[in-house]
């Protein structure tokens, strides 16, 4: 069974500091992405990272795919309190099919 | 507004009894997907559909039905819910993105449970 495994579980930091969350597999995976959930919300997209060793930015978060596609990071640079919520990274399985495995998450509070 | 809606929100029903879960998305999508979140597992998936009057089975089917009749709706069936089904239910749709790759757009979520 594939697996997703993020790092850390929890994070709380004060606003300005930076950040990296860490999503690992023993599997291959075609593609990875990552979303965001608030409470009571369901995950939004963020990022979709295809290549081994891509690296994708959206304004203070980057994404990196590692070179073997088994494990990905995001970066937040100068975090804000709006960036609070659960990162969830998802796998996608085979090229071609719709399925997909989700990492448990990272749940980052970050404190004004 | 491009959305995916389920119904309802919430739901307490008890054991054996028979629930629907509807999922509707008016974004035209091909694809939609029903999972399930529980604490320290993530998102789990249950079956998905990539077409009408197709659908196949995720990593956690037992117990789920599911039908796609028609393009925008996928509901999510419990013959005889069990206490083990007690959970955060989210729907998703999905168009092949300019990457060639699924994008996902959830519902905002069921929360059930099974007493």
Not at chain 1, 24 to 34: A, D, K, P, T
Not at chain 2, 5 to 13: A, D, E, G, K, S
Request: charge should be positive; hydrophobic fraction near 30%.
């Amino acid at each position: 069974t594939q697996l997703l495994e993020q790092s850390p579980q929890f994070l709380s930091i004060q606003e300005g500091e930076n950040l990296t969350v860490y999503c690992n597999s023993s599997s291959v995976f075609s593609s990875l992405q990552w979303y965001r959930q608030e409470p009571g919300e369901g995950p939004v997209l963020l990022v979709t990272v295809v290549t081994g060793g891509e690296v994708k930015k959206l304004k203070r978060l980057t994404f990196q795919f590692g070179d073997a596609r088994k494990d990905s990071s995001l970066h937040i640079t100068a975090a804000q309190p709006g960036d609070t919520g659960l990162y969830l990274c998802a796998g996608g399985r085979d090229s071609g099919t719709y399925k997909y495995i989700f990492g448990t998450g990272t749940r980052l509070k970050v404190l004004a | 507004e491009a959305q995916v809606t389920q119904n309802p929100r919430y739901l307490i029903t008890v054991t054996g009894k028979k629930l629907t879960v509807t999922c509707s998305q008016n974004m035209n999508h091909e694809y939609m997907s029903w999972y399930r979140q529980d604490p320290g597992l993530g998102l789990r998936q249950i079956y998905y559909s990539m077409n009408v009057e197709v659908t196949d089975k995720g990593d956690v089917p037992e117990g789920y039905k599911v039908s796609r009749k028609e393009k925008r709706n996928f509901p999510l069936i419990l013959e005889s819910p069990s206490p083990n089904q007690t959970s955060l239910y989210f729907c998703a749709s999905s168009l092949v993105g300019t990457s060639g790759l699924y994008e996902q757009y959830f519902g905002p979520g069921t929360r059930l449970t099974v007493t």
